[in-house]
């Protein structure tokens, strides 16, 4: 019998962070479309040569072709162009809320979580408040309060989801705080803090992740929501929801609502897959 | 019933009177922060003409020149005996004004409702049935993909095909039936991929416990296996993801009525927000969170009669099965 | 030993009736991944057979091949003949009516083996059903029958309960009694009492040996435990990785094994070689006859808990002392008080009365802060090395963290001091930058144990530190712990239910049930000669192997007998 116990036994993870990764080809074509989709918002002007402000009125309400992707509005400016300009609006203000929603529903989940007791009981409430109103009612009433422009829908949008952060943050830390290899880093001399920081917080934050870039999915559909309503940035600025809801009254042309609605799907639908397969390999 | 359920029925109980209650004054401070005096942008506001003394008599009768804490006082105890105020707009009672337009939208909820319960045990149920090779990826793609449409997107699909270019319905008369049913199924869709993705999972999950096996090793067949073994189990952690469901259900019908151009709670909501009508704002915000609260603890009383599973221990439900977690699933796949 | 197996004269001579079950060229692969290789064998009618192995070995998967339950994504190929027809290559139209029917299975873990929404009166009507009875009172009548027949005590309020209101024991005996009900040629066993305590553990397999023979039914039995398979089967299959190693009639395959790997496996099994560490344990040098202070002084501890209202007494006035450099084994089955033990003596829990101390130091009633200078010389090794370690750190992080802690020398000194831990438990340097996920439930248990040893610590407690692993795995890592105590003078508390096991490590034990201790003593004096009832029947539970104290022949019995008490 050998004391030296055999070294190849599942040598899984030992080649870095990608060995253990098998990418399935829809993840694949997901992060391509998200890598596109951040690229339109950083640089968009290198994706189209058209303005998304001033339109050519000899060449309005065109259908797609090779010259007008997705065709060409009442204005006649090229629908593509002012997809891609508006993405970075789209794009960013999905990202705060999802700051918004990760930072402080992640406190308060992390702080109830592990102190319990009274702390516990009042933020327990606090969530439950924020959860009973509908959420999109609370984008609304919060995005009324600060006023209707695209950064503010992003808040109010973050606002509405720290309660889901909060209460799978507090649900996580709570299943992490009881684990076993918690209570043996207490044996091993670790003080509360520091076992918070370097135990329960990368444990806890492991299902979070998916968790953020599902949000990150929801957040653009808030903010569409709430830009097709009116709630954000006015004309002419192109945000995809502010794209549909202008094309609606254009239904005769329904491109003018069919590329941006493709566009703000495909991305969503990559993002949510994105977080199925983190979910998976977790 | 026993003695552990009356206690834990009486501490949820206790639990949604506090939180209809800490909701009422959340949304009393959101809308009570709005930049700028909503007296002088509203009742100033030339378009409404209103004459100066109107303006006071308005003032007096809203208390709004008192104390912020006296006004929250006075709101807070209105609501509780049922007066949910004045319109500062139209100077009528808030109540009025909702119930008015509240038959159109409990129409077309329940009907949303109904279609995604519908919908998702077809799909959900249709997995178990389907083939691999006969199209089951399609049933399990439905809730991915319906989550990632936003609703108002679904509409204007439904009313460019049906409307459009069937003729089947025009928005113009948006009360008619088909009309109706289209913005139910509209409504209902994203709510529907919420249900069909918890469903699919938890059948997934059953299907997959020893119990399953161990029946199919007495000769159970498949059908009879989602028949008599899997549907219940599975379907049961269901009740308490409709209940959660019904906040997407009003927040959804904000935007459903907006697109099929209907008169309800929405459009109600639509003209307050761009008048900035904040007594009927919290009356509504604060009616969505006491529905939203009532259901739920319905279904939070309902639960543990109906599965034998969950047992009530010193006054908390303690679930052996993972029926808290879907419930927690559920929130996580959530559509605006 | 009571056990009632047939071991008929007629079993020592080939029969010429074909096999009721033959089995050639069996593989099964997992998404193109290949689990089970090309695996034979024969089970003739009434006979039994034990399918040998441990995790990984392909025994379940080869039992699930046989029913065809196998799960999505997996394939079975080769013939499984069974009555004279190849299973296999039936559609699963054909093949639907012989599961129950003519083919029984009893699951391993009989917590999950029931519906837990339904009672368990209407999935016993599932089984009922298949003796093709058309009257439901009848049915009715065969289930309770059948519940009284595998001692039940009360079969009405069986079949009115739900399954989350019995106990594992009782569950299994129902799930026992379903697939003997339609009365099936075959009975398909997948490690039946693994999930049950050492006292069931040999209730239930002598339920199934007695019905096998009652019923004349052909047995196949899967099991990790190679005395239990040779108690009680006539044919043993040692499988692993999913290769056949050795095969043949259990009195030979078992006395005198052929195979590297069937020696290994019988030289590892604890209740096999009692006597198997005697030197590693007793080395002259390191007897601590009396004269010296204990290392730990439990004096009349006891702990109550409250739940749901109603006080249980955990933990009832236990004492015990530990002298420096031994073993003391807390042997007793799940309740019985041994887990909460330990949690007071590591300061984990507040004792309600009693004393405690290690090493001369107080460990009741003190704060955190001052618990810490307690744990610098008192570890813990936990039983389940799959929960106990950090999965987000490395290896290294995780050996490192008590010296890092409790600010032993200086970093250099530390690094070498993880170095030293880990060559200790004879774990390789190329792990350090692993992470648990990456390494086998040995190697994870080894990691712990190095945790625990890098404080240089005199007292380690065992909380069942190798019941999640395999026994070869096991061997290993007892040998670990003795040759460390050996090197070291360390003393271990080892908390354990397996008694083979502890006569084979430990120096004193004490025997608890129910929060009480029942008996302790020195190991051999216990082993020999128990006092208690309870003690006796722990004994009788350990598998010895060996069937030739058995009658040859056994009347055969009309029904079972119900003098069994309820599990």
Known sequence: MSFVSNARSRSLGSGGLLAGFHVPATVALSLLIVAIVLAWSVLPGLFTSYSPVVGVPADKLLGPSALHWFGTDHLGRDVYARVVYGTASSVSSALIAVVIGVVVGGLIGLISGFLGGWVDVVFARLVDVLLAIPKFLLAV?????????TINAAIATGVSAVAIFARVTRAEVIKTRQATFVEAAYLSGGSRWFILWRHVLPNASRSVLPLAVLQFGESILVIASLAFLGYGDPPPASDWGLLISIGKDYLKWPWLVYAPAFVTILTVLSVNRISRWLRKTD | MSNAYLTYAAKRLGQAVVVILLAYIFTFVVVSILPGDPVTSVLRNPQNGFTEEEIAEIIAAQGLDKPIIVQLWNALSGFLTGDLGMSMRSNRPV?????????STLILASAGLAVALVLAMLVAYGTRFVPKKYGQGLLRGFPSLFLSVPNFVIGLMLIHIFGFQLGLFRVINPDSFWATLFAAIALGIPVSAQIAEVLIANLDREAEQEYAAVARSRGIGQARLFATHLLKPASLPVVTVVALTIGELLGGSLITETVFGRTGIGSLVQRSVSTQDLPVLQAVVSLGAVVFVLVNLIADLLYPLLDPRVKIIGGRKRSPTTADETAIGATKAVTP | MASQDRLTPTLLHPTTTAPLLKVRNLSVSYDRQEVVHD?????????????IGESGSGKSTIARALLRLLPGGAAASGHVEFGGQDVLALPERRFRPLRGRAIGFVPQDPGNALNPVRKIGVQAMEAAALTGETDAAIRKALILETFAQVGLDNPQRVYDSYPHQLSGGMLQRVLIGLAVLPRPALLVADEPTSALDVTIQKRILDLLSRLQQDLDISLLLITHDLAIAAERTDGLVVLKNGSVQEAGRTSAVFSSPASAYARKLHADVPALNPDRYVKLRDPSLHRHEGGQAPKIEVSAVTKTFAVDGKVLTAVDNVSFTVPAGTTHALVGESGSGKTTTIRLLLGLDEPDSGKISVAGERVSGRSQQSLRSVWRHLQLVYQNPFTSLDPTWTVERLVREPVDRFRIGTPLERSEQVREALANVGLGEHLLTRKPGALSGGQRQRVAIARSLVLKPDVIVLDEPTSALDVSVQADIVEVLLTLQARLGLTYIFVSHDLALVRQ??????????????????????????????????????????????????????RVARQEQIA
């Not at chain 2, 109540?95 to 038959?103: G, H, R």
């Open chain 1, 141 to 149: 009433i919060v995005v009324t309060a600060i006023g209707f422009e």
């Open chain 2, 95 to 103: 109540s009025t004004l909702i119930a008015e337009v509240l038959p």
């Open chain 3, 39 to 51: 695996v034979g064998f024969e089970l003739g009618r009434g006979k039994s057979l034990a399918l």
């Open chain 3, 505 to 558: 490590l430990a120096h004193t034990v004490s025997v608890m049930r129910r929060g009480s201790v029942v008996e302790q003593g020195s190991v051999a004096d216990i082993f020999e000669n128990p006092q208690h009832a309870y003690t006796a029947s722990l004994l009788e539970s350990i598998p010895s192997g060996i069937s030739a104290t058995r009658p040859l022949v056994q009347p055969k019995q009309r």
